[in-house]
T-cell receptor
Framework: AQSVTQLDSQVPVFEEAPVELRCNYS??????LFWYVQYPNQGLQLLLK??????LVKGINGFEAEFNKSQTSFHLRKPSVHISDTAEYFC????????????FGAGTRLTVKP | DAGVIQSPRHEVTEMGQEVTLRCKPI?????LFWYRQTMMRGLELLIY????????DSGMPEDRFSAKMPNASFSTLKIQPSEPRDSAVYFC????????????FGQGTRLTVV
């Protein structure tokens, strides 16, 4: 089965600084990759997804992620963060033949300080 | 569309009591997921249904947990008897199979077993 490792449980940054949230996955088959965001007391909402094609994926709120097959990574980046980006971010993976079998990483709490 | 609707939003119950969590997926979505989120384990997939049929329940922790989907617009997750270690936030999500769409999450049910 596939699995996801998010290397940082917490990432504190100052407002307007760049940020990278790291995600590595493990799978014996081709995968789809996702980043979700969870604001306090809310469910998860999709930021972006990689299914195929261009390895650089752009999502909502100025986030982007790059799929690197050789390094089995899918790191999330934003060039300049806002206070409102403070949230929990989850990386997820599913096999490309069954994207109902989605597995999530442990999450990274991004805290943006003024 | 109102999105995925979960009820109740909060549930406090005593150990040994039966707890039933409810979910109404987005109309037209034919896959439904139950996830559990805790600080220790992160976001775990408990079970998912496709066209109302349970496909993978390998994540259901014990026989005390059961899930049903009697029709396309309703699912329940039942814990009987409940234990303090079941305290968590339980999320329901749904997706439409065609078009590689993402899963949409409800706002979750925060369960506290005392």
């Amino acid at each position: 089965a596939q699995s996801v490792t998010q290397l940082d449980s917490q990432v504190p940054v100052f407002e307007e600084a760049p940020v990278e949230l790291r995600c590595n996955y493990s799978s014996s088959v081709s995968v789809y990759l996702f980043w979700y965001v969870q604001y306090p007391n809310q469910g998860l909402q999709l930021l972006l997804k990689y299914l195929s094609g261009s390895t650089l994926v752009k999502g909502i709120n100025g986030f982007e992620a790059e799929f690197n097959k050789s390094q089995t990574s899918f790191h999330l980046r934003k060039p300049s963060v806002h206070i409102s980006d403070t949230a929990e971010y989850f990386c997820a993976v599913s096999p490309d033949y069954n994207n109902n079998d989605m597995r999530f990483g442990a999450g990274t709490r991004l805290t943006v300080k003024p | 569309d109102a999105g995925v609707i979960q009820s109740p939003r909060h549930e406090v119950t005593e150990m040994g009591q039966e707890v039933t969590l409810r979910c109404k997926p987005i109309s037209g979505h034919n896959s439904l997921f139950w996830y559990r989120q805790t600080m220790m384990r992160g976001l775990e997939l408990l079970i998912y249904f496709n066209n109302n049929v349970p496909i993978d329940d390998s994540g259901m922790p014990e026989d005390r947990f059961s899930a049903k989907m009697p029709n396309a617009s309703f699912s329940t997750l039942k814990i009987q008897p409940s234990e303090p270690r079941d305290s968590a936030v339980y999320f329901c999500a749904s997706r439409r199979d065609s078009g590689n769409t993402e899963a949409f999450f409800g706002q979750g049910t925060r369960l506290t077993v005392v």
